[in-house]
């Protein structure tokens, strides 16, 4: 089992910043890729980024984040982070991360939701303008 907890969502203007994290424990030893996804009121969960738990790799971006968005991680804490800079309001959303257990290779892959084995409870971005 592993458990996530995200944290550091909040208010912000436009234009503005904040950082999430993704506090994970349990079996993370097993971790193989974390994702970041989000959801808005009436529409689908989506794809944000993902990054491998640990060594190697790349990490990926949805286009509506890319350039703006940053994932990171410090194994040490068993924390992942998503930095979001130059925030619009179309990033207002329920913020969660996830825990996939097994390989996963590319795109295709880390942005599939179904993928994913953990969730967070998620954590409120609301950006006004």
């Known amino acids: 089992q592993v458990q996530l907890v995200e944290s550091g969502g909040g208010l912000v203007q436009a234009g503005g910043s904040l950082r999430l994290s993704c506090a994970a424990s349990?079996?993370?030893?097993?971790?193989?890729?974390t994702g970041w996804f989000r959801q808005a009121p009436g529409k689908e969960r989506e794809f944000v980024g993902a990054?491998?738990?640990?060594?190697?790799?790349?990490?990926y971006y949805a286009d509506s984040v890319k350039g703006r968005f940053t994932i990171s991680r410090d194994n040490a804490k068993n924390t992942v982070y998503l930095q979001m800079n130059s925030l619009k309001p179309e990033d207002t959303a329920v913020y969660y991360c996830?825990?996939?257990?097994?390989?996963?290779?590319?795109?295709?892959?880390?942005?599939?939701?179904?993928?994913?084995?953990?969730w967070g409870q998620g954590t409120q971005v609301t950006v006004s303008s």
């Open positions: 996830a825990a996939k257990m097994d390989y996963c290779s590319g795109y295709g892959c880390y942005e599939n939701r179904y993928q994913y084995h953990y």
């Open positions: 349990g079996r993370t030893f097993s971790i193989y890729g």
């Open positions: 990054i491998r738990w640990s060594g190697g790799g790349a990490d």
